[in-house]
């Protein structure tokens, strides 16, 4: 039998001892955290706070037309996106176009100061692109202790959607002037007050508002059944960005959308769509398997949006309103389809967080990240 040398063991022993002390230092390393772990856990805390506190991401942005994502989703559930929710900057100015839930918080983590909201604009009245307004009529009126309610741009209709809103959350507003007192929450400052449009025309778009350069233009587009249903156009300072809202094709759209640097049109890919069908029958859910054979007759396949920038000549193509979920980025090949080949400019799958940049007198948009 052959015994190991010395040197063997003693080498033995050297590997042992270093492994016995990583594990000690394991060990005490876990009970430190054990024992500590809730001031560790509010040293961390406090600097995720000071970080985003105050943190206003429109401060460094150069003079032009920016456009934050605040929610790129549908009402099929999505993880990873928001209700329909985009912010645009003009200058000193700030709107948003539609609301959908979880828009308000998404536009906050952002660093988005959502007290400078000057308005918001609804392109039509399906739940998910208003379900969020309670939220940010909420947040806008306590973030800058506003004295006048939340603007509300939209088509004949809007009255009731706001009127409604203000009922709901009355209550609510009385508790928080009677809690936080008058000057954090005004009691004028609650709510929404409704900013009707008269329908527009087929290429006959109407002017909403035009201040300080930034004109805005509502169009009509074809979402029907549901009627009325707009998209919107913003220019500022030679910069232009258009808004479909939801839409099949519509010559409407490609006319008010013509020359603009940037289209942000919604978009269903049928093919995926009708995994969900399928699926939904398969497990017995008959109703909701019908609602995803309807959606496909009134929204725009990803070709048709592409269609439709081309038509329009814009320099570039933001998809939005992603039907059906897409959670990961590998998948975006099969949403698109073939997009590419009807469109030359660039096509991009958008996400929450996402901001795109036109600055004023340049020709140039830059994409970069809020979250």
């Not at 007759?297 to 992603?322: C, F, R, W």
Request: charged share 15%; proline share 8%; hydrophobic share 45%.
């Amino acid at each position: 039998m052959k015994y190991p040398s010395a040197k063997k063991v003693g080498g033995m022993r050297g590997h042992w001892k270093w492994l016995s002390a990583i594990v000690l230092i394991g060990l005490a390393a876990t009970f430190l955290v054990h024992a500590f772990q809730a001031r560790i856990a509010t040293a961390i805390l406090a600097h995720m706070v000071e970080a985003r506190i105050g943190h206003d991401s429109t401060a460094a942005l150069p003079d032009g037309l920016h456009v934050a994502l605040c929610g790129t989703g549908s009402p099929l559930p999505d993880p990873t996106r928001a209700g329909p929710c985009s912010v645009v900057i003009a200058g000193k100015h700030m709107f948003v176009v539609d609301i959908g839930e979880g828009g308000a918080r998404k536009i906050m983590a952002m660093g988005l100061p959502i007290g400078r909201v000057e308005g918001l604009l609804l392109t039509h009245f399906h739940s998910d692109h208003v379900d969020g307004i309670g939220p940010l009529m909420l947040q806008r009126w306590i973030g800058r202790a506003a004295t006048a309610p939340l603007p509300v741009h939209g088509p004949p209709g809007v009255e009731a959607v706001v009127a409604g809103f203000d009922a709901a959350y009355a209550t609510d507003a009385g508790y928080r002037t009677a809690h936080h007192g008058v000057r954090i929450a005004p009691p004028g400052g609650a709510g929404g007050v409704a900013m009707p449009f008269a329908l527009p025309q087929p290429n006959a778009p109407v002017v909403v508002l035009a201040r300080d350069g930034v004109r805005i233009i509502a169009f009509r587009v074809d979402h029907g059944p549901v009627r009325p249903a707009v998209g919107y156009r913003f220019d500022y300072k030679g910069r232009s960005v258009v808004f479909s809202g939801d839409t099949k094709p519509s010559a409407s759209l490609a006319a008010a959308a013509k020359g603009a640097d940037l289209l942000v049109h919604e978009a269903l890919q049928p093919r995926l769509v009708g995994l969900l069908t399928t699926t939904l029958d398969r497990h017995g859910q008959p109703n909701t398997a019908q609602i995803t054979r309807d959606i496909l007759n009134y929204h725009s396949t990803p070709e048709q949006a592409a269609d439709m920038a081309k038509a329009a000549g814009v320099k570039q193509l933001l998809l939005n309103h992603i039907v059906p979920p897409i959670p990961l980025r590998f998948a975006y090949p099969a949403f698109l389809g073939d997009a590419a080949q009807h469109f030359a400019g660039p096509i991009i799958v958008g996400e929450d967080g996402m901001l795109f940049s036109l600055p004023a007198g340049a020709t140039t948009i830059m994409q970069s990240r809020l979250q």
